[in-house]
Nanobody, 127 residues
Framework: QVQLVESGGGLVEAGGSLSVSCAAS????????VGWFRQPPGKEREFVAAISGSGRRVYYEDSVQGRFTFSRDNAKNTVFLQMNSLKPEDTAVYFC????????????????????WGQGTQVTVSS
């Protein structure tokens, strides 16, 4: 069982930066691929970024590529999403998710591939 707790959301002006993190319980965090998803108001949940268990492989959705940086610290069981050059369309509830991975460089990009989910943290970007 893995429990995930997001933190760090908030309100920021367009063009600004915000960092959200996700802390996980459990001793084998490095064996889990982790992803960030977001759900904008009135819309479906969508993929943002994914990182492999080792942290060596990271994959981004096109709209955040070059603006967001996803990293992890397995010693602290925590992942981080640094968001720069934020846009109003980045406004959403951000969720982290974890799924056991078959090998250390594996990433998942689809929500159904993840087993554990956090409760979400609100990110609001004002124009």
């Amino acid at each position: 069982q893995v429990q995930l707790v997001e933190s760090g959301g908030g309100l920021v002006e367009a063009g600004g930066s915000l960092s959200v993190s996700c802390a996980a319980s459990g001793r084998t965090f490095s064996q889990y691929a982790v992803g960030w998803f977001r759900q904008p108001p009135g819309k479906e949940r969508e993929f943002v970024a994914a990182i492999s268990g080792s942290g060596r492989r990271v994959y981004y959705e096109d709209s955040v590529q070059g603006r967001f940086t996803f990293s992890r610290d397995n010693a602290k069981n925590t992942v981080f999403l640094q968001m720069n050059s934020l846009k109003p369309e980045d406004t959403a509830v951000y969720f982290c998710a974890a799924g056991a991975a078959p090998y250390s460089t594996y990433v998942y990009t689809r929500a159904r591939e993840y087993t554990y989910w956090g409760q979400g943290t609100q990110v609001t970007v004002s124009s």
